[in-house]
């Protein structure tokens, strides 16, 4: 491995922090009264309660200690005291890097310290040389924050017990008011790592967060009764910012902490300590690291995506690093079981033969491991594949990494020493960004949100997944806005029908949707195209709003009886969850009347956890199922449901 590196000196920071202090006092007294009248940022003073036994090297110091493959270069965007605590990124539509630094992260294992505030940070490289050179502090009175997002005007924040919204309509980087609860409920007393964390945008136009497994949230509106909220433990949530809508998308894992989509719409996620990687499916109910989920009868859970475990698993616990460290077995292995943070690479910048693969941060091995997604059975598989950077600093503690506008990937380095079950104190005062590129990259042009409609239809077909989906988002903006997309409509229209890349024309089919140009009639025309892709993302738009109207579920019927496709049956199967109990044996039937996928690890399961509930309600037709149902595992667990709801042999 080799590495070229760009240096940044940070004493131009230290400088002008320096230069600060030395004024004289009368001016520092008018400045901050001046910045808290105009509503700006001032510093705190901040405090480590980390005992520094290692010793802490400097930013370029630690810069020296990254590996990466060859024709790679790693650069040092920003370090202390430019940046400090980073825990979660965003990107704006002017190719900004917004950044949460929390400080509020706890000593003890159990609490969060309320005497500090977090902050939000914009950044910005206007001469494109990787390096950021402008920097504003955009919110400092935040508390507990795990994770940010831009767009419809403002910033949204997961930070608990609440996701908050700070509306900026004028866009001059301050917040217009006081933050808006959007939601609340997300338990924040008792847990500190496995908070809420993480809003992304979906490709469904839909905001992405992820939940851990130490508690038990009750999730509403502020105003929700307790009837109205949903419990939720660990999983995927998602919220619709207009229809203000929030469903739990799938459950289990431990602390899922990074999430990504493919180039096909396909949701990914990253998982510690009983496996790492995990494929998305609404209404799939995942492996616990502990405790159970809230139905008792789903007999068994879906194991991860993953055919490996980034650790020397049956031979090694999970627990066993933090007493004696990494065994041979485990760094050859990956380097450990806690990860944090993760990317679908799909830029322009890196070689194609990393296009698609898995990037996730891992904490003991100090490294990105790196998988490849390959379809398999029903589903999908991850594969090992190289590991991508490494560093011998052990101060190292990557946590979120983002592909850019140009392709490049960031990431952020939380900096400080022991993990999450240790109370040894927190280092506040160091954080870096690092950003790997390979050879030239290619700046941005122009902010996305200067352009045209048309153009912004344009960058659906562009290289970088970064420009469509940034463009796909002030689609629907500008929807939400009533503006004239008759023209963008007719575009995306033609890229649809036109293009012969699968990757295109579903992009014109989510942004389509994110204008609300997509309607029944027309999806139900999109399940007789021969794409698998196309034939699962109509299922899940004509089911997005949670309901399945019968002309629907006729045509899904219908669709399942000839369906070769394990992806597409996997999400017919999802749509079980949404119909009344009377009208899911047809459906259940078809699928469970082939023998195809018998075995796979995840379709049986999700037609199971779609029927479950109904074999207790309809013992006539459970019997019925199992007469005509060719999967052993389904006959298996309806049997024993059967038995369970006479109260023979279980429990009710």
Same mark, same amino acid.
């Given at each position: 491995?080799?590495?070229?590196?760009?240096?940044?000196?940070?004493?131009?920071?230290?400088?002008?922090?320096?230069?600060?202090?030395?004024?004289?006092?009368?001016?520092?007294?008018?400045?901050?009264?001046?910045?808290?009248?105009?509503?700006?940022?001032?510093? /705190?003073?901040?405090?480590?309660?980390?005992?520094?036994?290692?010793?802490?090297?400097?930013?370029?110091?630690?810069?020296?200690?990254?590996?990466?493959?060859?024709?790679?270069?790693?650069?040092?965007?920003? =370090?202390?005291?430019?940046?400090?605590?980073?825990?979660?990124?965003?990107?704006?539509?002017?190719?900004?890097?917004?950044?949460? &630094?929390?400080?509020?992260?706890?000593?003890?294992?159990?609490?969060?310290?309320?005497?500090?505030?977090?902050?939000?940070?914009?950044?910005?490289?206007?001469?494109?040389?990787?390096?950021?050179?402008?920097?504003?502090?955009?919110?400092?009175?935040?508390?507990?924050?795990?994770?940010?997002?831009?767009?419809?005007?403002?910033?949204?924040?997961?930070?608990?017990?609440?996701?908050?919204?700070?509306?900026?309509?004028? *866009?001059?980087?301050?917040?217009?008011? /006081?933050?808006?609860?959007?939601?609340?409920?997300? &338990?924040?007393?008792?847990? !500190?790592?496995?908070?809420?964390?993480?809003?992304?945008?979906?490709?469904?136009?839909?905001?992405?967060?992820?939940?851990?497994?130490? =508690?038990?949230?009750?999730?509403?509106?502020?105003?929700?009764?307790? @009837?109205?909220?949903?419990?939720?433990?660990?999983?995927?949530?998602?919220?619709?910012?207009?229809?203000?809508?929030?469903?739990?998308?799938?459950?289990?894992?431990?602390?899922?902490?990074?999430?990504?989509?493919?180039?096909?719409?396909?949701?990914?996620?990253?998982?510690?300590?009983?496996?790492?990687?995990?494929?998305?499916?609404?209404?799939?109910?995942?492996?616990?690291?502990?405790?159970?989920?809230? #139905?008792?009868?789903?007999?068994?859970?879906?194991?991860?995506?993953?055919?490996?475990?980034?650790?020397?698993?049956?031979?090694?616990?999970?627990?066993?690093?933090?007493?004696?460290?990494?065994?041979?077995?485990?760094?050859?292995?990956?380097?450990?079981?806690?990860?944090?943070?993760?990317?679908?690479?799909?830029?322009?910048?890196?070689?194609?033969?990393?296009?698609?693969?898995?990037?996730?941060?891992?904490?003991?091995?100090?490294?990105?491991?790196?998988?490849?997604?390959?379809?398999?059975? =029903?589903?999908?598989?991850?594969?090992?594949?190289?590991?991508?950077?490494?560093?011998?600093?052990?101060?190292?503690?990557?946590?979120?990494?983002?592909?850019?506008?140009?392709?490049?990937?960031?990431?952020?380095?939380?900096?400080?020493?022991?993990?999450?079950?240790?109370?040894?104190?927190?280092?506040?005062?160091?954080?870096?960004?690092?950003?790997?590129?390979?050879?030239?990259?290619?700046?941005?042009?122009?902010?996305?949100?200067?352009?045209?409609?048309?153009?912004?239809?344009?960058?659906?077909?562009?290289?970088?997944?970064? /420009?469509? !989906?940034?463009?796909?988002?002030?689609?629907? @903006?500008?929807?939400?806005?009533?503006?004239?997309?008759? /023209?963008?409509?007719?575009?995306?229209?033609?890229?649809? &029908?036109?293009?012969?890349?699968?990757?295109? !024309?579903?992009?014109?089919?989510? =942004?389509?949707?994110?204008?609300?140009?997509?309607?029944?009639?027309?999806?139900?025309?999109?399940?007789?195209?021969?794409?698998?892709?196309?034939?699962?993302?109509?299922?899940?738009?004509?089911? #997005?709003? *949670?309901?399945?109207?019968?002309?629907?579920?006729?045509?899904?019927?219908?669709?399942?009886?000839?369906?070769?496709?394990?992806?597409?049956?996997?999400?017919?199967?999802?749509?079980?969850?949404?119909?009344?109990?009377?009208?899911?044996?047809?459906?259940?039937?078809?699928?469970?009347?082939?023998?195809?996928?018998?075995?796979?690890?995840?379709?049986?399961?999700?037609?199971?956890?779609?029927?479950?509930?109904?074999?207790? @309600?309809?013992?006539?037709?459970?019997?019925?199922?199992?007469?005509?149902?060719?999967?052993?595992?389904?006959?298996?667990?309806?049997?024993?449901?059967?038995?369970?709801?006479?109260?023979?042999?279980? @429990?009710?």
């Amino acid at each position: 491995m080799s590495t070229v590196k760009l240096r940044i000196d940070v004493l131009r920071w230290e400088v002008f922090y320096s230069a600060i202090t030395s004024m004289k006092q009368c001016f520092l007294i008018t400045a901050i009264a001046t910045a808290i009248q105009s509503g700006a940022a001032y510093e /705190q003073e901040l405090f480590n309660t980390q005992e520094l036994s290692s010793p802490f090297l400097n930013s370029n110091q630690a810069l020296d200690k990254i590996t990466v493959p060859k024709g790679f270069k790693v650069q040092l965007s920003a =370090a202390e005291p430019s940046v400090q605590q980073p825990i979660a990124m965003a990107w704006d539509s002017r190719g900004r890097l917004w950044v949460a &630094e929390c400080y509020t992260y706890a000593n003890s294992l159990l609490r969060f310290d309320m005497r500090m505030k977090d902050r939000i940070l914009i950044f910005e490289d206007t001469n494109h040389d990787g390096i950021f050179d402008k920097r504003k502090v955009f919110w400092d009175k935040g508390t507990r924050i795990a994770g940010i997002e831009i767009g419809f005007g403002g910033v949204w924040v997961a930070a608990a017990p609440n996701i908050l919204f700070l509306p900026d309509l004028n *866009g001059d980087d301050l917040p217009d008011g /006081q933050p808006e609860i959007i939601l609340n409920g997300f &338990e924040s007393d008792r847990i !500190r790592h496995n908070i809420v964390n993480g809003l992304r945008w979906g490709p469904d136009g839909w905001l992405y967060g992820r939940h851990g497994i130490l =508690a038990t949230s009750n999730i509403g509106s502020p105003n929700a009764s307790k @009837e109205e909220r949903v419990k939720m433990n660990c999983g995927i949530f998602r919220y619709h910012p207009v229809k203000k809508t929030f469903e739990v998308v799938a459950e289990g894992t431990t602390n899922p902490w990074g999430h990504d989509w493919d180039e096909h719409g396909q949701l990914f996620f990253i998982n510690t300590v009983i496996g790492h990687l995990w494929h998305v499916i609404p209404g799939a109910r995942y492996k616990r690291m502990y405790g159970n989920h809230f #139905d008792k009868h789903l007999y068994e859970l879906i194991p991860q995506t993953a055919d490996h475990y980034h650790w020397d698993v049956g031979n090694e616990q999970w627990s066993d690093l933090k007493k004696d460290g990494m065994t041979s077995a485990t760094d050859a292995a990956g380097g450990g079981h806690a990860h944090s943070g993760m990317m679908i690479y799909t830029g322009n910048n890196w070689p194609k033969e990393y296009r698609g693969n898995v990037f996730t941060l891992n904490l003991h091995g100090r490294r990105i491991n790196q998988d490849k997604l390959l379809r398999s059975n =029903a589903g999908y598989v991850g594969k090992h594949s190289d590991d991508f950077m490494f560093t011998d600093d052990v101060w190292f503690r990557g946590i979120e990494l983002s592909c850019g506008p140009d392709g490049g990937v960031y990431v952020l380095d939380w900096s400080d020493i022991g993990e999450c079950h240790e109370s040894d104190g927190v280092h506040r005062t160091s954080g870096r960004i690092f950003k790997i590129s390979y050879g030239k990259t290619k700046m941005l042009l122009k902010p996305l949100n200067e352009l045209s409609s048309m153009e912004l239809v344009n960058m659906q077909s562009h290289p970088n997944e970064w /420009q469509s !989906r940034i463009a796909r988002r002030l689609l629907q @903006e500008r929807a939400v806005k009533r503006e004239d997309l008759s /023209q963008a409509q007719k575009s995306l229209r033609l890229l649809y &029908e036109k293009s012969e890349s699968v990757q295109h !024309r579903l992009r014109a089919m989510w =942004a389509l949707n994110s204008i609300n140009e997509v309607d029944q009639s027309w999806l139900l025309e999109q399940l007789n195209e021969k794409n698998e892709h196309i034939r699962v993302w109509a299922i899940k738009l004509l089911t #997005d709003n *949670g309901k399945v109207s019968d002309k629907v579920l006729e045509q899904f019927e219908s669709l399942a009886e000839t369906e070769p496709s394990g992806l597409v049956q996997l999400h017919l199967a999802s749509v079980l969850r949404l119909l009344p109990f009377s009208k899911r044996w047809d459906l259940a039937g078809v699928l469970a009347s082939k023998d195809t996928f018998a075995n796979d690890p995840v379709l049986p399961l999700m037609i199971w956890y779609g029927i479950s509930p109904v074999v207790g @309600e309809d013992r006539s037709g459970a019997i019925q199922f199992i007469s005509k149902c060719k999967i052993p595992k389904l006959r298996t667990f309806t049997a024993r449901r059967l038995a369970s709801s006479t109260g023979t042999n279980e @429990e009710k």
